[in-house]
Nanobody, 129 residues
């Protein structure tokens, strides 16, 4: 059974760093697009970053507000996608979830949540003084 599990959420001070992991079990993910999303209290869920399937355009996308601070990467050997978050700000607070596209060999879509078929439960990130 395919599962996505997010790890690494925590409470940090502004300026701090965290690395989130999205561990996928049940299938390999080399050739599937994966996205990271977040939902802040009282706000709609938004795409933070996504990475396209291997052997496609290999394009990566970031939300404008995190570009230059966050880095997405994948380790195919570990079936894991990472989101390295640096210089965290209070507005980065939220529940971070990863999602997997069910179709092979596609370029990821940052803000199209319907593009992704499988979702993890999420991990809480809190940035406060």
């Amino acid at each position: 059974q395919l599962q996505l599990v997010e790890l690494g959420g925590a409470s940090v001070q502004p300026g701090g760093s965290l690395r989130l992991s999205c561990v996928v079990t049940g299938r390999t993910v080399d050739f599937n697009a994966i996205g990271w999303f977040r939902q802040a209290p009282g706000k709609q869920r938004e795409g933070v970053s996504c990475i396209s399937a291997a052997d496609t355009t290999n394009k990566i996308y970031y939300l404008d507000s995190v570009n230059g601070r966050f880095t997405i990467s994948r380790d195919n050997a570990k079936n894991t996608v990472y989101l390295q978050m640096n210089n965290l700000k209070p507005e980065d607070t939220g529940i971070y979830s990863c999602a997997l596209d069910s179709v092979l060999y596609r370029e990821c879509k940052l803000q199209d949540q319907g593009f992704y078929f499988w979702w993890g439960q999420g991990t809480q990130v809190t940035v406060s003084p």
